[in-house]
């Protein structure tokens, strides 16, 4: 059933109507109770006695109440960064992280798609989980209600969350309708209210549902490459198994839209990908792609092998990117101290 929070507002006018409503008292009953819902912050009944009788009735009829999905922990890093710990209604459990960059011009809400993930990278905690349900696009969503109402009273100065990436917990393209409706909700400018632009998908590289994320999803991608090889990337990521780097590229290739880049997220482990052949071996494959490089400092994760590198090998890598031409960036850890970052995600409740 639809709800203010996971169904996007123009597929609830368009519901409206078929249930009676004329088109502006649809786009009105609408525009009411997302305002109610993501503006004022109002309960459900709140936000239902603001109609009109008529539309009231409507509403009753074809729409739920959000879900019951409420932030069971917070755990604050040093660095500020802020890990929501979030339980859904049937008591699982998914975390959110709200990152204010230390630049202080942007805060960044991170949100999970799933209750752990099915691709089981080795880098990663969430992978240790394996895969137990998807969430439903009203529990992504409401993950950036959720930290809104967090962040505005412990804020200050900084800005409000204006930012989000799905690097959570799961695969996105794996839950690709609910994250498809979660981020129509979180844009639209009567419900979340974020640019478009502001919002990234991030992908293991699940490239055959490439065309589908293009034709569902306005946001920016991401993918998480993490190896200049075939054989290095199939060890950590077993996705690439099935979807080898020259067969991802291709798909990178021929279905980013045209006014679009793609973000290549590259996590250096101490050792194992940070050599000066692997950046030659990086430029090769990026070569022909309309890409920006994000180097990620890699976190203490479940395999033990891949290890913190130290910043002169991170700083290397990057100066011969940079002279490759390539458009790359050093990416710092945030919450690192409250597992926070980037593979750390793991949802258990310590209390
Ligand atoms: S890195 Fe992403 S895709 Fe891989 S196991 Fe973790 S959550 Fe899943």
């Known amino acids: 059933m639809a709800s203010i929070v996971g169904t996007p507002p123009v597929r609830l006018?368009?519901?409206?109507?078929?249930a009676g409503l004329r088109p502006h008292q649809a786009r009105l009953a609408v525009h009411a109770l997302a305002t109610s819902t993501w503006r004022k912050g109002l309960s459900w009944p709140d936000a239902l006695a603001r109609l009109g009788r008529q539309a009231r009735a409507v509403a009753e009829a074809v729409m739920q109440a959000p879900p019951g999905v409420v932030v069971r922990q917070v755990a604050v890093?040093?660095?500020?960064t802020r890990k929501l710990l979030v339980a859904l209604p049937d008591g699982a459990l998914v975390e959110s992280v709200v990152i204010a960059a230390t630049d202080g011009d942007r805060t960044t809400l991170c949100v999970s798609s799933q209750v752990g993930c099915g691709r089981r990278c080795t880098f990663c905690e969430t992978g240790r989980l394996g895969l137990v349900r998807n969430l439903e696009s009203s529990e992504i969503a409401a993950q950036l209600l959720l930290a809104r109402a967090h962040w505005e009273p412990v804020r200050g100065a900084r800005p409000p969350i204006r930012n989000v990436v799905f690097m959570g917990m799961g695969e996105p393209l794996d839950n690709l309708d609910a994250v498809a409706d979660a981020v129509a909700v979180m844009t639209d400018p009567v419900a979340g209210g974020l640019s478009w632009r502001h919002v990234t998908v991030s992908t293991v590289g699940v490239a055959w549902k490439l065309p589908d994320f293009f034709a569902k999803v306005r946001a920016n991608l991401a993918v998480s490459l993490n190896a200049p090889d075939d054989d290095r990337r199939a060890r950590w990521m077993p996705i690439n198994s099935r979807c080898d780097l020259a067969s991802l590229k291709a798909a990178l290739q021929q279905h980013l839209p045209a006014d679009r880049d793609v973000l290549v997220e590259y996590i250096v482990f101490d050792g194992h990908n940070d050599r000066d052949a692997d950046a030659d071996l990086l430029i090769r494959w990026l070569g022909g792609l309309p890409a920006r490089l994000n180097l990620i400092v890699a976190n203490p994760g479940p395999d033990r092998h891949l290890r913190t590198p130290t910043m002169d090998r991170v700083r290397a890598l990057h100066q011969r990117l940079?002279?490759?031409?390539?458009?790359?960036?050093?990416?710092?850890?945030?919450?690192?101290?409250i597992g926070g970052a980037c593979g750390q995600l793991a949802a258990s409740a310590t209390a």
Do not use: C, T, Y
């Open 13 to 18: 006018r368009a519901l409206f109507q078929d």
């Open 322 to 337: 940079l002279a490759a031409g390539i458009r790359a960036m050093v990416r710092h850890p945030h919450g690192r101290d």
């Open 77 to 80: 890093a040093a660095d500020g």
